[in-house]
């Protein structure tokens, strides 16, 4: 079964994998996650978050 999550950031990089993290060992297996015009480090996330992702 596969369980979907769905959320809006806007200047969370600094939590945003550790959020991402937390609902993937919950049992979340895909994020569907929407910007909304971020001007903080969220691209650095991006690129470690990517490869954990699959």
């Known amino acids: 079964m596969r369980i979907l999550g769905i959320l809006t950031v806007r200047n969370e990089g600094a939590f945003l994998i550790e959020w991402l993290a937390h609902h993937r060992a919950c049992g979340f297996t895909d994020f569907l996650v929407f910007s909304n015009d971020c001007d903080d480090a969220r691209t650095r996330c991006?690129?470690?978050?990517?490869?954990?992702?699959?």
Not at 46 to 54: D, E, H, I, K, N
Request: hydrophobic residues 55%.
């Open 46 to 54: 991006w690129t470690v978050w990517q490869p954990w992702a699959g």
